[in-house]
């Protein structure tokens, strides 16, 4: 067959099923902040189909949740058909697929690529990470790219979006520029109470360290305009673990040496560097399926043919030396030796701006279940949490912690528990969780102003969310500046009806520093971070 080929159907097809897969991701991200009383049982899908995320999860805890068995189905198809996933389902890869067409469009064609021993690094990668989470350090969601993408649209890419469509729809409204009768409002102020109503629906969150998210983000697509889909080539730990798996698929090119001219056309358009051009040295755990070797060949010597997989292909294969990987191991015993030496990670110190949502599971414990996916933050009504910096080590980077001054835990709310992928937080029932402690509520005398400046203020109070206010008053007597004596009601905590949820630090009048701070003490999760409080208040 000769000819240039106009279209591929596989190639279209592919496109069109990356595009559902991506616009379904997008579509759960926003549908955690839609459904607020009863979260999607949906909203974990992609991460119930993700092997990667599932094997770490039980090598780090030797369970594994009901949902992640979907991930049997991702394993199958790849040891089947090969890394379709890379190429037909994951959404961060189309996201990379599509910043490679944009980056090299309207450029002159690219040189044909041979392989590179640097893609063994994501084979490396994935078994480091596995050794971590074989010792107990679930690391993978820091580079998983289900998680970082979920991370990053929660943290940056929907707040930014919000912002926009926001502010310049607040701009133009003041700004009311008209052509004649005719208001520019008259197109924009519906096209915002679209998005407002339909798409964004609750307030713009916010998060601390979103900006390093962000970066980091944007540094992945940037790197596919230095190779094509730079990150699945090179780092992917998801890719580097289906790539093992494509040992014999089912799916195989086959190169007709007697029609290939030796052009390198297909060399140039595939995205993954497999040696299509090279017969006989098809890189099978490279290939993403994507068809684009196939189009573009003009002289019809490439295609894709079932065979079976108890037959060994005729292909080539990436070289692995034993000190490689005796060099992966290494470094992730070495990398979790290194978490592990603080004294955070070893329990003899604990820090007081560490408190976990309701439902979190003992620090150990919650670490070696939670993938930084940024679920529960995205579905947090209040903002209240957020991702750590080093609160809680690097080993728990960008896991989440409630920070009370950006929002609270709300009473009649356990959506964290309900939609965590992991259960590294405890669905719990919204009774269970009512009696949950989080953290202690501590008074700065220093600042409040019955305590300092002898002036009643009964905020906290007034907002404290139990039916028995865990915040109580006492009558002091007190001297004014002026000489007189007056009397002021200085308000308490209770330690024993506590929950730390924060209200009280959100809603203090001071905006800069709050009058009272909530601290990790008295964690209901954590006996050794449980004062012995008696009677005294604080």
């Given amino acids: 067959m000769s000819g240039r080929r106009s279209y591929s159907p596989m190639q279209w097809a ?17 549908l955690a902040r839609w459904n607020s009383d009863e979260p999607s049982p949906l909203l974990a899908l992609f991460f119930d189909f993700d092997p990667l995320v599932a094997v770490a999860t039980w090598l780090s805890t030797h369970t594994l949740a009901a949902g992640s068995l979907l991930s049997l189905i991702t394993i199958g198809v790849t ?24 980056g090299h469009r309207g450029r002159r064609p690219r040189a044909r690529e041979a392989r590179s021993p640097w893609q063994r690094l994501k084979y490396l990668l994935v078994a480091g990470l596995l050794v971590m989470a074989l010792f107990g350090a679930h690391w993978v969601g820091v580079v998983d790219p289900l998680s970082l993408f979920y991370r990053s649209m929660t943290a940056f890419g929907v707040p930014a979006a919000h912002y926009m469509v926001e502010d310049s729809a607040t701009s133009v ?3 009311d520029p008209k052509v004649g009768d005719w208001h520019v409002t008259s197109v924009t102020e519906p096209v915002y109470e679209f998005f407002r109503d339909r798409v964004f629906v609750t307030k713009r969150q916010g998060f601390q360290g979103s900006s390093l998210i962000a970066a980091l983000f944007v540094l992945i697509l940037a790197l596919n305009l230095v190779r094509p889909r730079f990150w699945c080539r090179y780092v992917c730990p998801l890719g580097g673990g289906l790539g093992l798996l494509s040992q014999r698929p089912a799916l195989r090119l086959e190169n007709n040496a007697d029609l290939c001219n030796n052009c390198g056309l297909c060399a140039r358009n595939c995205p993954a560097a497999a040696q299509p051009d090279q017969p006989g040295q098809w890189l099978k755990t490279e290939c993403f399926a994507c068809w684009n070797c196939v189009a573009s060949c003009k002289q019809g010597a490439l295609r894709f043919t079932l065979a079976s997989p108890v037959k060994k292909p005729a292909a080539g294969k990436m070289d692995f030396s034993r000190r490689a990987a005796m060099g992966a191991v290494a470094g992730g015993v070495a990398a979790l030796t290194g978490f592990r030496q603080t004294p955070l990670a070893q329990g003899k110190v604990f820090e007081p701006s560490l408190i976990r949502p309701p439902g ?5 414990e919650f670490l070696q279940r939670c993938i930084q996916c940024g679920m529960c933050m995205r579905a947090c009504p209040t903002n209240a949490l957020q991702p750590c910096a080093l609160e809680a ?29 992991t259960g590294a937080i405890a669905p719990l029932s919204l009774e269970e969780k009512k009696t949950v402690k989080m953290g202690l509520a501590v008074f700065d005398k220093n600042r409040c102003l019955p305590h300092s400046y002898g002036r009643n203020c009964i905020i906290c109070e007034e907002h404290c969310p139990l039916p028995k206010k865990a915040i109580f008053f006492v ?5 004014l500046p002026s000489g007189e004596k007056t009397v002021v009601k200085q308000p308490q905590v209770d330690p024993d009806l506590c929950t730390g949820c924060g209200i009280c630090e959100w809603s203090c009048v001071f905006k800069d520093k709050a009058a009272i701070n909530v601290v990790s003490a008295n964690e209901s999760r954590n006996p050794d971070n449980v004062a012995i409080l008696g009677n005294m208040y604080f």
């Fill in 360 to 364: 979190a599971l003992p620090e150990r």
């Fill in 475 to 479: 009558e002091q007597e007190v001297t």
């Fill in 79 to 102: 040891l089947l058909l090969g890394r379709v996933f890379c190429g037909w389902v994951c959404p961060l890869g189309t996201v990379h697929h599509l910043m490679t067409w944009l």
């Fill in 173 to 175: 409204y003041r700004a």
């Fill in 393 to 421: 080590g690097v080993e728990g980077v960008w896991t989440p912690r409630i920070v009370p001054k950006i929002g609270y835990c709300m009473y009649e709310c356990n959506l964290c528990g309900q939609v965590c992928p």
């Fill in 14 to 30: 592919r496109r069109i099923c990356q595009g559902v897969f991506l616009c379904l991701f997008l579509y759960l991200v926003m």
